[in-house]
């Protein structure tokens, strides 16, 4: 993976929280090759739709050097509802195996932190995912996901650490009877998977390697059919902030095969690129204990030790997003990164 480039300018619109509209990516689409291997932990042994040729292959380049001086400057916002946070926009071009994407983000110009700006990476892989769909459904593909249909909420989901301490102040926001409805469920998720011996397996697991006994273990998992405490009516609860992992899973096959993907051929989309891997990456670098990552159905005792993982990743708005930007070659899948090797510095 390479950089193409990485320019700033003072922005007045836009803000961090906006759900639309953040961050916009630049696509130049073509109709991909057929490309296999499988995303990390997903179907083991089930072909996937590959997508590694919609990015537009371009002269690569080196990443210039952050302006930090640029980052510090006090831009003075004004809106109707009194002044608002200064804040910077930052577009970059990445090479992603034999292609690549340009993407434009908002964020604050002064102090931050990687779990604050979460909701501007999730804008990303949003808009681009959301225009692989696009393009799938031109080419006679269309993903089949949708409301209501809540098989793959039933899989292992790995939480990076900072996704959790989002989760956490967000469950922070809850009435004390919402909490508890809450608790309840993950309580009986806990004790379901320890009935099953499958909390002595989660704590030997690596999601990371992609490895034939974590495949296994996935699988395992899915067959339990333990539902996502957060799933409501086979639909999502937390979809607009829910985990980037949850945002990287579709399927272009007919939603029954998702039951037991590995056995009716479910076919997913092979992403080249998975932002929650490198979420995952830096998590373990900071806290190599954890893996970068914690079982959803866990959080709620992740909760309890108020770990602050942000505060290691922390500083003006632009540098936090070049720290999460310069691991994007840990988000590549194995297979695209052997196809952009000749690429990578």
Request: include cysteine.
């Amino acid at each position: 993976m390479r950089f193409q480039h990485w320019t700033m300018r003072s922005s007045s619109q836009g803000a961090l929280y906006v759900p639309h509209g953040i961050a916009n990516i630049a696509r130049q689409f073509f109709r991909p090759a057929l490309w296999g291997g499988c995303t990390p932990g997903r179907f083991p042994g089930v072909p996937l739709r590959s997508t590694s040729g919609y990015f537009h292959a371009i002269p690569s380049g080196r990443l210039p050097a952050v302006d930090t001086n640029l980052a510090r400057q006090q831009v003075k916002c004004k809106a109707m509802s009194g002044e608002t946070e200064p804040t910077v926009s930052i577009e970059f071009k990445v090479n992603v195996g034999p292609g690549s994407f340009t993407a434009q983000a908002t964020v604050p110009a002064g102090p931050t932190n990687l779990t604050a700006i979460l909701p501007v990476i999730q804008s990303i892989e949003d808009s681009l995912t959301g225009g692989i769909c696009e393009q799938l459904a031109a080419e006679g593909e269309p993903v089949s996901c949708a409301a209501g249909c809540g098989a793959c909420c039933r899989q292992l989901v790995p939480v990076s650490l900072f996704e959790a301490e989002a989760l956490s102040d967000w469950m922070r926001t809850l009435s004390e009877e919402q909490l508890q409805v809450l608790e309840r469920r993950f309580a009986r998720t806990v004790s379901a998977l320890a009935d099953a011996g499958m909390l002595e397996r989660l704590e030997q697991l690596d999601w990371m390697n992609d490895d034939a006994g974590a495949r296994q273990l996935c699988i395992d998992y899915l067959r339990l059919h333990i539902p996502c405490p957060f799933l409501e009516a086979e639909s999502c609860s937390i979809h607009p902030i829910r985990p980037l992992i949850c945002r990287e899973y579709l399927v272009i096959s007919p939603p029954e095969r998702c039951v037991d993907p590995s056995t009716l051929g479910a076919v997913p989309v092979g992403l080249p690129l998975l932002f929650s891997r490198v979420l995952n990456a830096i998590g373990a670098k900071i806290d190599p204990g954890s893996k970068g990552w914690i079982p959803l159905p866990l959080l709620f005792e992740w909760v309890q030790k108020e770990l602050k993982p942000s505060e290691a990743v922390a500083g003006m708005g632009p540098q936090v997003l070049f720290a999460f930007v310069s691991h994007l070659e840990e988000g590549e899948t194995p297979r695209n990164k052997q196809a952009g090797s000749a690429e990578a510095v």
